[in-house]
């Protein structure tokens, strides 16, 4: 276990010049934590998860993820590293409606690497879909999607796990499912970081950390 695998020092983000998201937020998440980030609407729980993702950058402060200061890459170099070392999850599905199940896990195989189709039909059978492989995503249920998503993020084999509201438009029963495989890929190593307003999910997790006003209490 590495310490210090995620650490973030004097993290700041201000919008339009007026509005600061992240206020100096320091932070250390450890190889294999589950970390459940909670905390009221507007607090900068999804500004700190973007961050983290690599799908933003600060306007202040650093970012190190496994040893490589990712704030100072560029924007090719970031998108690299994003690809090969984070899955995310979004509480939108972002799927591609007209594609199939197998097809839209396809294409994140295509930015990556070499597209395997029987890596892509294996990780659709770990999250229940193999029945569903050729439908298209506007044709499968919300927990259904929800998986694909999933299925996606695991295709290049992510040490890092990143995920913003993933039950928020799910009914109990389906995101009961989503937990269950995110819990299952906990235990197989990776570091998770959920942002939730759900306490009984947050608390699924080893580390709960609140925010309020852009600081981490």
Sequence with gaps: MKAGFIQTHNLTKV???I??????VNLTIEEGDWVSLTGPSGSGKTTLLNMIGCLDK?????????????TNLNQNQLTRFRREMIGLI?????????????ENVLIAMYYHSIVDENEAIEA???VGL?????????????GEQQRVCIARALINEPKILVADEPTGNLDQKNGQVVMDLISD??????????????LEI????????????????
């Design 90 to 102: 979004f509480q939108q599905h972002y799927l591609i409606p007209y594609l199939t199940a197998l």
């Design 202 to 217: 947050a608390k699924q997790g080893n580390k709960i950390l609140q925010m309020v006003d852009g600081k981490v209490s």
């Design 58 to 70: 600060p306007t202040d402060g650093s970012v190190v993820i496994d040893g490589t200061l990712v």
């Design 19 to 24: 509005t600061c998201a992240l206020d100096n």
């Design 130 to 142: 193999r029945s569903r492989l050729n439908h298209k995503s506007s044709k499968l249920s919300g």
């Design 185 to 198: 890929l906990h235990k197989e190593g990776h570091t998770i970081l959920i942002v939730t307003h759900n």
């Design 15 to 17: 919008y339009d010049g």
């Design 124 to 126: 659709l059978t770990k």
